[in-house]
């Protein structure tokens, strides 16, 4: 009991007065190791090319790229006079009109404990529904004509600072095509048995199926915009969860999404609930769906820091090292004549912002090779 007071019928009420009352414990946190700093040459890692630094590879080129350390926001980011400056809009959704995701949530300060009988499992009994409110921004770009049919990109864990004024000053360039971004924030939570993990860690297209049904509609109907069917024409993006969540969302609905761009992608076994056909969740993309799959018409970007996560967790299944995974991704995207291009850098953590500043727009202006720029 956290405290405990003994009430006998012989002690005088100035005694009881007197009792000093025990403050409960704090709670527990789990504490996440800090990341080694890892070398892109180790043994096992994919070669990759090391750049100056300060520089970006190519837009035009495929393949493993080293850059660091330094990490300058690229001229790209800044706001600039002159440029025409796309309009955002910012619109709320809540769980109580999804079809898809009526809501849950893990109780604070508890985590899921992993099954006796199996390490890759965790068994979470703490996550009960529970109500959210998500926003979604909505920029469109000033060269836009509306009602007409555009190209878009969505992005996880929205709205997101940087993709929007990357956009304005690419598009005055004719360095990618004048697109819709949707910068969609998520449900709530992190990781198993919340909302955001079960949006964005569950290997299915069931998120793909929310978005195409339940926001993108709602986005053309507010602003009159008409977005593209023409999957070439259609982007993913995002960090962590949101970056697999980027590539799930293709993978599943190739038909829907052809581009992904991903920070730190967590493909990693962090999937809940569990679920046989892929029992090591995003970790499964490259230990067997990509290897064992034909070729899908996906093109992708994909970064990961020196020092990302490397988390054995309590599970102890040496599926929580997002470096490796990461490397593991390009080695069999390579493998399978995949148009990739990944970037490894130098001094740079999880989600890196510094990094993320510097390469947004020459990963932006990759994503889109192929595509008419009007």
């Known amino acids: 009991m956290l405290r405990h007071v003994l009430f006998v019928l012989t002690i005088s009420l100035a005694a009881l007065a007197q009792t000093p009352v025990q403050a409960p414990p704090a709670p527990q946190h789990r504490q996440r190791p800090i990341p080694p700093t890892r070398d892109p040459h180790t043994p096992g890692f994919v070669e990759a090319k090391d750049l100056p630094d300060g520089a970006l590879p190519p837009p035009t080129e495929d393949g493993n790229f080293v850059i660091g350390p330094t990490h300058t926001p690229a001229p790209e980011m800044a706001v600039r006079e002159g440029v025409p400056h796309g309009t955002v809009y910012t619109f709320t959704m809540s769980s109580a009109d999804s079809k898809y995701y009526p809501g849950i949530a893990r109780e604070p300060n508890t985590f899921g404990k992993p099954d006796p009988t199996n390490p890759a499992k965790l068994i979470v009994t703490t996550s009960h529904p529970a109500p959210y409110t998500r926003h979604v921004s909505v920029y469109v770009p000033k060269q836009y004509v509306p009602g007409t049919e555009a190209p878009f990109i969505v992005g996880a864990d929205g709205p997101d600072q940087y993709l929007f004024p990357a956009l304005d000053n690419l598009i005055a360039e004719h360095r990618v095509p004048v697109m819709i971004a949707i910068s969609i924030g998520n449900g709530s939570g992190d ?24 926001v993108l509609p709602l986005v053309e109907k507010q602003y009159n915009v008409k977005l593209t069917k023409d999957p070439d024409g259609r982007a993913t993006m995002g960090g962590s969860s949101g970056g697999s969540c980027a590539l799930i969302m293709a993978w599943y609905h190739p038909e829907l999404y052809h581009r992904v761009l991903t920070y730190s992608g967590t493909y990693v076994n962090q999937q809940w609930p569990w679920n046989p056909e892929t029992p090591h969740g995003a970790w499964e993309f490259h230990e067997h769906l990509i290897p064992n799959s034909p070729v899908k018409p996906i093109r992708i970007w994909m970064e990961v820091g020196d020092r990302d996560l490397y988390f054995p967790n309590l599970m102890h299944d040496n599926m929580h090292d997002w470096v490796m995974a990461n490397e593991n991704m390009a080695r069999v995207l390579a493998a399978k004549g995949y148009h990739y291009q990944f970037v490894f850098a130098r001094n740079a953590g999880h989600t890196d912002r510094a990094v993320k500043q510097q390469t947004l727009p020459e990963a932006l202006e990759y994503l889109w090779q192929g595509y008419p720029r009007h």
Do not use: I, N, P
């Open 191 to 214: 990781a198993q048995g919340s909302e955001r993990g079960l949006e964005y860690d569950t290997m299915s297209g069931r998120y793909a199926e929310f978005v195409e049904h339940e």
